[in-house]
């Protein structure tokens, strides 16, 4: 109990200083540990930039730890991503994995995005007891009137998937974790920022990881 209410406020942490959070995550009851020694790292996306700073940024932090990883764009050519592909060419491309020896995916994607509205201004202390109704009303009439009293903002909605390419397996779901991206401004912290939280996610769940992540996740 103490790491599971550990793992939630180091989350919560991760989520008040950055523009992710973890929304839930998903542990394959069957799998108390599980590790890996050759983990291929997709990100999907058409934008081939953040796809490799994603990549990149996940395959920094698994030398760190010492688990060996490559990213997809180094192993995948152009026509792969570029051209729609059947369940068997995805049987033969993890058949092509197993014989070099990898024994997981790590697989990211956008799954949806929606926009919504923040207050601009700070709304007034729910303690505050002693107003009256004419100075509520006076303090926030400016929402008839102003179309500029909210702030827009896009919410979008990622996925982190661990799969097992076991021999004798099919590609079993290990740990799924769902993570919200919310108006991301600065691509490159946004990155860090999430791949900092998946890291978290998996150790805390006994997945690759054991090592403390304060002593091992780098700094933005």
Same mark, same amino acid.
């Given at each position: 109990?103490?790491?599971?209410?550990?793992?939630?406020?180091?989350?919560?942490?991760?989520?008040?200083?950055?523009?992710?959070?973890?929304?839930?995550?998903?542990?394959?009851?069957?799998?108390?540990?599980?590790?890996?020694?050759?983990?291929?790292?997709?990100?999907?996306?058409?934008?081939?930039?953040?796809?490799?700073?994603?990549?990149?940024?996940?395959?920094?932090?698994?030398?760190?730890?010492?688990?060996?990883?490559?990213?997809?764009?180094?192993?995948?050519?152009?026509?792969?991503?570029?051209?729609?592909?059947?369940?068997?060419?995805?049987?033969?491309?993890?058949?092509?994995?197993? $014989?070099?020896?990898?024994?997981? +995916? #790590?697989?990211?994607?956008?799954?949806?995005?929606?926009? &919504? @509205?923040?207050?601009?201004? !700070?709304?007034?202390?729910?303690?505050?007891?002693?107003?009256?109704?004419?100075?509520?009303?006076?303090?926030?009439?400016?929402?008839?009137?102003?179309?500029?009293?909210?702030?827009?903002?896009?919410?979008?909605?990622?996925?982190?998937?661990?799969?097992?390419?076991?021999?004798?397996?099919?590609?079993?779901?290990?740990?799924?974790?769902?993570?919200?991206?919310?108006?991301?401004?600065?691509?490159?912290?946004?990155?860090? $920022?999430?791949?900092?939280?998946? +890291? #978290?996610?998996?150790?805390?769940?006994?997945?690759?990881? &054991? @090592?403390?992540?304060?002593? !091992?996740?780098?700094?933005?």
């Amino acid at each position: 109990m103490k790491k599971i209410i550990s793992f939630i406020a180091m989350a919560l942490l991760f989520a008040g200083c950055s523009s992710t959070s973890l929304v839930s995550n998903w542990k394959n009851p069957d799998i108390v540990i599980f590790d890996a020694n050759k983990v291929l790292l997709v990100g999907m996306t058409a934008d081939t930039e953040a796809r490799e700073v994603f990549e990149s940024e996940l395959k920094k932090e698994f030398d760190r730890r010492g688990v060996e990883s490559f990213r997809s764009i180094d192993l995948f050519d152009v026509e792969f991503t570029e051209t729609r592909q059947s369940e068997e060419q995805l049987n033969e491309v993890e058949q092509q994995l197993l $014989d070099k020896d990898f024994d997981a +995916i #790590l697989f990211t994607k956008i799954v949806g995005s929606e926009n &919504r @509205k923040m207050f601009k201004k !700070n709304m007034g202390s729910l303690g505050d007891r002693y107003g009256n109704f004419s100075d509520d009303y006076l303090d926030h009439q400016d929402i008839f009137y102003e179309t500029g009293y909210y702030d827009n903002f896009t919410v979008y909605h990622a996925e982190t998937s661990l799969y097992c390419i076991c021999v004798g397996k099919e590609r079993e779901l290990i740990w799924r974790g769902a993570i919200d991206i919310t108006d991301p401004q600065n691509i490159k912290k946004t990155i860090k $920022d999430y791949v900092r939280l998946v +890291i #978290l996610a998996l150790q805390e769940q006994d997945i690759i990881f &054991r @090592k403390p992540l304060t002593e !091992n996740v780098t700094k933005p």
